[in-house]
């Protein structure tokens, strides 16, 4: 049964691509550095794949990484650098746009000074760098916008579908059990509930985004296989997210979608004071739900110490690090500081449950500014997107708005995480992008669109 669901598998996953094929998108084929990127940071690490990880310490296995891993992720930044280093003048012009995101990654590395483990940090900060450098071969594509939907299409049509043949027909990859609770998680494609929860939200916005997008171009070729291909994916990333019982990332894939689809709404474009409304309402749902009245966490199933977070925060604040540079970063987790939290608090955890506590400990006050300051200058730039290119600036602005939420009370400002990696595309991206006509697909001829697509080439 396992294999014959396998192979239906596959040929789901093919059928997926088949059915959203058509639209006239010239991409590079170095976006697939990228793209691969995602696939791994949005599942298991490659080691984790072959099972050569081994039964050490919790505690060893934070601090120390797998040398596999290591030089697949040391490959892909260098092709990822070289792609850029091939496309110098959209490079340069998106990094003039993104001063904020810029400063933030050098004080991470500055940080590394005063971290008691630098060479740990070092390498973290190398892997930090490495989703800067993804998100920037993505929107420096000579064809952004289409760059960006077959990058999320690769990585939900290959994730999604997979993560249910796991759960489904191979429980003992698909699932684990968790001792505490007593109960049986669902993991999918990833090690732990949580980042199945992760990256079924994003895939699922930027799914929901596409289908959008199709209902709404009444020309596009095979329109009614593209809203089938699609549909279906939002489909399977709900059921996953309630599969998966992860109720921040479901919460979150609530409120950023209801965003989504109201930023596309016209009469919501005609007042900027409206879409300020809908964002400042999506925020300060779950803060009142969170620390005012605790009536929506017992709807949602949950308990008024959000699992435990609210000792983990006590315990990481009780820590003392060094309130203006922190404890150095991505630093805190390791060492005497880990050992201490795990016994006033949870033990295993290695973050702190909360994404603005989390740059707290280990930047300081100054990473938190820093990071307020790049929220503060993307939030304009997204709404220009908004106004000038409704169908760009909505999938920014859902993003947008998930990565707040939902950092409320998980880290989700950390590296090689799908919220941070969609986060940062988010607010790097470029106001405006190259959007091609609905009628595009039919004003070349097939001959001449052979020649086109042929003369692009691998690294522009």
């Known amino acids: 049964m396992s294999l014959i669901a396998t192979i239906a598998c596959i040929g789901a996953i093919l059928w997926l691509f ?13 976006l697939w550095i990228p793209t691969v990127w995602m696939l791994i940071n949005s599942s298991r ?10 039964a050490e310490p919790l505690s060893m296995r934070y601090s120390e990484g797998s040398p596999l891993d290591a030089v697949i992720f040391g490959a892909l930044i260098v092709g990822g650098i070289v792609v850029l280093n091939f496309r110098t003048r959209r490079t340069g012009e998106l990094l003039r746009q993104n001063l904020p995101v810029i400063l933030f990654f050098v004080y991470c590395a500055l940080s590394i000074l005063w971290s ?5 940090a070092l390498k973290r900060w190398s892997k930090a760098a490495g989703d800067l450098v993804m998100v920037l071969v993505v929107l420096s594509d000579a ?11 690769r990585v939900t049509f290959i994730l999604l579908p997979v993560s249910v043949l796991l759960i489904l027909f191979y429980p003992g990859i698909g699932s684990a059990y968790d001792p505490d609770e007593r109960v049986v998680m669902y993991v999918g494609v990833t090690t732990f509930k949580n980042l199945l929860g992760m990256t079924s939200m994003v895939c699922g916005l930027a799914s929901l985004w596409s289908l959008m997008g199709a209902y709404q171009d009444r020309l596009m070729t095979r329109r009614g296989k593209h809203l089938l291909a699609h549909g279906l994916m939002v489909l399977t990333a709900v059921w996953l997210l309630v599969k998966c019982d992860s109720m921040t990332a479901l919460s979150c894939f609530g409120l950023a979608a209801a965003v989504l689809v109201m930023a596309g709404q016209q009469w919501m474009l005609r007042k900027p004071s409206r879409i300020h409304l809908v964002i400042g309402s999506a925020i300060v749902l779950p803060l009142f739900a969170l620390f005012i009245d605790s009536g929506l966490l017992h709807a949602l199933g949950r308990k008024p110490n959000l699992t435990d977070r609210t000792s983990i ?3 990481v604040l009780a820590m003392h690090t060094n309130p203006f540079v922190g404890a150095g970063f991505e630093s805190f987790w390791l060492g005497n500081h880990l050992q201490r939290v795990w016994d006033l608090s ?3 955890i290695q973050e702190a449950h909360n994404g603005y506590l989390e740059v707290y400990i280990n930047l300081g006050w100054i990473g938190e500014l820093l990071l307020i300051a790049m929220i503060v200058a993307a939030y304009p730039r997204i709404l220009m997107a908004l ?6 600036g909505r999938l920014r602005l859902a993003f947008f708005v998930a990565g707040l939420i939902y950092s409320l009370t998980e880290a989700g400002f950390r590296m090689m995480n799908p919220v941070w990696i969609a986060f940062l595309l988010a607010i790097a991206g470029p106001a405006l992008v190259l959007e091609r006509k609905p009628s595009a697909q039919t004003a070349l001829s097939p001959p001449t669109q052979k020649a086109a697509a042929g003369k692009i080439r691998i690294f522009q």
Not at 18 to 30: C, F, N, Y
């Open 18 to 30: 088949a059915l959203d094929r058509g639209r006239e998108m010239r991409t590079s084929p170095a």
């Open 143 to 153: 064809d952004p916008l289409s760059a960006i939907q077959r990058f999320f299409k």
């Open 45 to 54: 690490s490659v080691s984790d794949w072959l099972h050569r990880t081994t």
């Open 116 to 120: 008691d483990y630098p060479f740990i």
């Open 387 to 392: 106004r000038r290119m409704p169908h760009w």
């Open 346 to 348: 949870v033990h295993g």
């Open 313 to 315: 925060w006590a315990a």
